[in-house]
């Protein structure tokens, strides 16, 4: 790998995790570019070479985990309930190692970076559907599904394994909700 783009790597996550460690302190909206470079030890034009916004920092975040994902992940594989149920554990999985930084940005308000995310999942995972078919909502249904489950695992602890959750996941999609 160049080394000027692993430096400029290095760069953008010490700004993604000094960002981290600003919204924990005060709100997104009252964080400053100054602070944020003062906070990652970075120079000023560093900052500006990677990212037009904060805003781009959290998205960089995402698109980062979304590739670390992404590459634990054999995509040639046929699709079957065994290849959805080991995709969502090797997903969840990293969710739960991220957990702090997905919970912090649901507190701040970007829950719908983490949906967004879990949407292209989706359409990696299940294959993106033309837009006049109107079975593509369900690619959405499944994808808040799970964000919404996954979100509330996180908050309660995680007690479960992410392998019972996929499996819990797996139940509803095939059998609806019992009680």
């Given at each position: 790998m160049d080394k000027r783009f692993q430096k400029q790597e290095q760069v953008k996550q010490k700004i993604e995790e000094a960002l981290f460690i600003l919204l924990k302190q005060k709100?997104?909206?009252?964080?400053t570019i100054t602070e944020l470079i003062n906070q990652a030890g970075v120079a000023r034009?560093?900052?500006y070479r990677n990212f037009e916004s904060k805003e781009a920092v959290i998205e960089s975040y995402m698109l980062r985990q979304r590739k670390e994902v992404a590459h634990k992940i054999d995509f040639t594989e046929e699709i079957s309930d065994l290849f959805i149920k080991e995709k969502l554990i090797t997903s969840l999985e990293h969710y739960l190692k991220q957990k702090y930084?997905?919970?912090?940005?649901c507190d701040k308000g970007f829950s719908s970076l983490i949906l967004e995310d879990m949407n292209q999942f989706a359409e990696i995972i299940l294959g993106d559907m033309t837009s006049s078919s109107p079975e593509r909502y369900q690619l959405y249904f499944l994808s808040g599904a799970m964000f919404n489950m996954t979100i509330?695992?996180?908050r309660t602890g995680a007690m479960e394994s992410p392998r019972e959750l996929a499996t819990v996941f797996l139940k509803l999609l095939n059998h609806g909700i019992t009680r």
């Open positions: 709100n997104f909206s009252e964080i034009a560093s900052y930084y997905i919970l912090m940005l509330h695992w996180l």
